[in-house]
C-alpha cells in the first residue's frame, strides 16, 4: 500500500494535523472541504460516519475516534487499513487532552511525525531540492503559456505555498500544486517543506 498522506481533523472539519508523503497528494484546505460535505451527507443519509471514498487515483479511508477523525490518502483500494486505529490512538495517547482546547496552532501537533514512520514505514517528503535551471527573463518568454503568469508571480515572491499562489491567481490548489511540481521537475524552481507545508521558490 502507497500512502500518499494523512490528515486528522476534528468533526467540524478543521485540520490539526497532516504530513504529506508525496508533493501531489490533495491539499488539506481541499481535503477539509470534501470530509465536511461528505460527513454531513452520509450521516444524514444512513446515520454512520464515512469510512471510504475512492476515485480513479486516489482513495480515502475514514475512521472516527473519539474527538477525532484519522482520514488516510493511497493510491489504492484494499481493504480498511489495520494502522487507522493505531494512528488515532496513539495520537489521543499524546495529545488528547490538547484537541479539544485548540486554538488553531498545527505546529503544536508536528511532533506526531515521528509517530507514522513507525506506524506506516514511510516519511514525509522534505527534503530541499534547488532549481537547476533558474528562469532570465528570456527563458520566461520561452516557456509553456500555461506556466508563465505561475511562475511570474513566484517570481515576484521569490517564495510561496501553493494556497497562495491558487488565492492570488484563483486557481483550483490541487491543480496548481500539479503544475508546481512539474515545473520542480523541469530544474527551474525549487521546494521545501516548511511548517507542515511546501513551499516554491525561484532561486
Same mark, same amino acid.
Given at each position: 500500500?502507497? *500512502?500518499? =498522506? ?17 508533493? &501531489? ?20 443519509? &444512513?446515520?454512520? #460516519?464515512?469510512t471510504?471514498? =475512492? ?18 490518502? &493511497? ?14 490512538? $496513539?495520537?489521543l ?16 501537533? =508536528?511532533?506526531?511525525? /515521528? ?10 517528503? &522534505?527534503?530541499?531540492?534547488?532549481? /537547476? ?37 484563483? $486557481?483550483? /490548489? #490541487? ?6 511540481? /512539474?515545473? *520542480? ?7 521545501? #517543506?516548511? *511548517? ?6 525561484t532561486?
Amino acid at each position: 500500500m502507497r *500512502v500518499n =498522506s494523512i490528515y486528522i481533523m476534528l468533526e467540524d472539519g478543521r485540520c490539526i494535523f497532516n504530513a504529506y508523503f508525496t508533493p &501531489t497528494a490533495p491539499p488539506k484546505n481541499l481535503i477539509t472541504g470534501m470530509f465536511t460535505a461528505l460527513q454531513g451527507f452520509v450521516m444524514e443519509l &444512513t446515520g454512520k #460516519y464515512p469510512t471510504i471514498l =475512492s476515485t480513479d487515483d486516489f482513495t480515502f479511508y475514514f475512521q472516527k475516534r473519539g474527538p477525532i477523525t484519522i482520514v488516510l490518502n &493511497t493510491s489504492e483500494t484494499i481493504k480498511q487499513p489495520n494502522q487507522l486505529s493505531e494512528i488515532g490512538l $496513539r495520537f489521543l495517547q499524546q495529545f488528547g487532552n490538547e484537541v479539544e482546547k485548540w486554538k488553531g496552532d498545527e505546529a503544536h501537533f =508536528s511532533r506526531f511525525s /515521528e509517530e507514522l514512520v513507525d506506524l506506516l514505514g514511510v516519511e514525509q517528503t &522534505t527534503k530541499r531540492i534547488d532549481p /537547476e535551471k533558474p528562469l532570465s527573463p528570456m527563458g520566461l518568454l520561452h516557456l509553456d503559456p500555461k506556466y508563465q503568469a505561475l511562475i511570474k508571480e513566484l517570481i515576484s515572491r521569490k517564495q510561496a505555498t501553493s494556497k497562495e499562489l491558487a488565492e492570488t491567481l484563483q $486557481r483550483n /490548489e #490541487y491543480h496548481l500544486r500539479l503544475d508546481l511540481e /512539474e515545473l *520542480v521537475e523541469m530544474g527551474f524552481i525549487g521546494r521545501i #517543506y516548511l *511548517v507542515e507545508e511546501y513551499h516554491y521558490f525561484t532561486q
